[in-house]
């Protein structure tokens, strides 16, 4: 599979709004009921920047495929170093790697970065977001218990957290 990655442009953000507008049916991703609007996500897309909050597309053949984000957490000065990282995949390409692939640029990227906290946000009922992160070592570091409410079942959000320190010390010990 060849990918390319590029750092996201505005004219990217209708293919970005459509691959994120094609999970929520499933109920298993965002807590958003409804598709989202471009317009409504202009302010988003203008909290990123390549040198710190990157939002990266990833294109086959000239089309978008996925994208990935780092946001900010909390939005105060203390938590500079610490990122939200999201993940969201075209419908015809889920289940095929590409998010394992997404998280690992993600995570070499980091520390260039300044980031050396990664946190994941996902419903305890995503089973496959639940597995990726593990695999990379990512560890429950809580859990909000029925937050959320999705066609009437409520849901929890479990926070997913990696130190990147900690995680070079594994990796090193494994070589």
């Not at 599979?1 to 442009?9: E, G």
């Not at 495929?65 to 390409?93: C, K």
Request: proline share 4%.
């Amino acid at each position: 599979m060849s990918l390319d990655y590029r750092d996201a442009t505005l004219d990217d953000l209708p293919a970005i709004v459509a691959i994120y507008n094609s999970t929520i049916a499933s109920r298993q991703v965002t807590a958003d009921l409804d598709p989202v609007t471009v317009e409504s996500r202009i302010a988003w897309f203008g909290a990123h920047s390549p040198q710190a909050r990157p939002l990266w597309v990833v294109e086959q053949h000239g089309e978008i495929i996925a994208w990935l984000s780092f946001s900010d957490f909390y939005g105060r000065p203390a938590y500079a170093r610490t990122v939200e990282v999201s993940i969201y995949l075209d419908e015809r390409t889920r289940g095929k790697g590409l998010g394992r692939k997404l998280l690992r640029e993600a995570l070499d990227r980091a520390p260039s970065l300044d980031v050396d906290t990664v946190l994941g946000f996902v419903f305890g009922h995503n089973e496959a977001s639940m597995k990726l992160f593990a695999g990379f070592g990512f560890d429950i570091w809580g859990t909000l218990p029925r937050v959320a409410v999705l066609d009437g079942v409520e849901r929890d959000l479990v926070i997913l957290g990696l130190r990147l320190d900690a995680q070079r010390a594994a990796s090193q010990q494994v070589h």
